[in-house]
């Protein structure tokens, strides 16, 4: 009850400053995503206090997942070098089963694409991608020596202009830049249902510590004018990695107001609305913001198979999953329920997703585990791990 009240009083004063926000500058944006963030905190603590929890993990030891602009320059480069080690070594999967995954970073996009059709639009949608993330993060510790956590891409800030963001830039600190301009009519997105005009991209990125990346495999669905699908789902396509950055649809989707909406707003009072919002209403032509992310990369990570065949893949999801994290901190009596089926928008139609269903990652570091292990980012087994 005390939770109720306390987040019912901090939701009401956001809804005022989000009136009043309509046409802030990304500095002020950046802040209020900031103030949510220190309220998700507080939430945590005073769970803590009350709790007298008996996990091995708690609010003080918890690994801390930073934004990208905020780290230093050292710190990215370490992240980066990790990737780039995953990128070098050999995969861990049968060549009979999947040609085309040639590195161990290959194996993660292989699991994606494999379990596409029952991880999105599903009740398993939130927990499977931060499962993802967290087996990806792992197998960066394990495998490649890094000793730091996920970052994670704050949508919030460069929407004018992404390519101008620390994460987008192509600086030796990035995540490399843009795609060299190749003319094109757009992408497809949204099944289909919306149209997103082409940015000053659409090639090979040029620069920074990826520009040298080879893509395996894919695409399987592509989304970007002129690109074609492969033969067979693993097939292996060796080319270069296609960005289209677009300030369009960082511009249009990814707004103040929408994140307001599902973590204080209307869409925030169930698991469900924030879910169904977060994925978007693509008939209303509504994309949200987890598809949104995907296309202001554009090019390969528009491809709802392949897309983590993008390096930057893990700092959207890290956002996205920071974002539930909040939702779960500020909504506690509600952080650890699932809604939705077991296929993609219901289709063909399923029964509910339950706690017990399972995870599983294949080729990762990470064993199956029920979806009840992976709700709290605190649970200690397997995950530990706050944003900041
Ligand atoms: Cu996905």
Redesign the pocket.
Known sequence: MHFHVMFALASTALLAISAAAAAASPAYQQDVVKGLQEQAIAALREKATTEKGSSSCNLFNAHIRKDWAVMTAMERKAYTKAVNCLLNKPSKYDPNVVPGAKSRYDDFVAQ?INQ?MS??GTGN?LS??RY?VWSYETALKEECHYEGYQPYWNWLSYQDNPSESPVFDGSDTSMSGDGAFVAHNGSVSGAGNIFLPSGKGGGCITSGPFKNMTVNLGPVSPAMDGETKVPSTFAWNPRCLKRDLSAYTAGKWLTLTNLLNITTGPAASTIETFQDELQGRFTDKFLGMHAAGHFVLGGDAGD?YA??VDIA?WLH?AMLDRIWWIWQALHLPQAFTVAGTITILNRPPSRNTTLEDPIYMGQSNAPERPISQLLNTLGGEPLCYIYL
Do not use: E, K
């Open positions: 994606h596409t991880i999105h949608f499977w991608h993802f709802l897309s983590p893949f999801h």
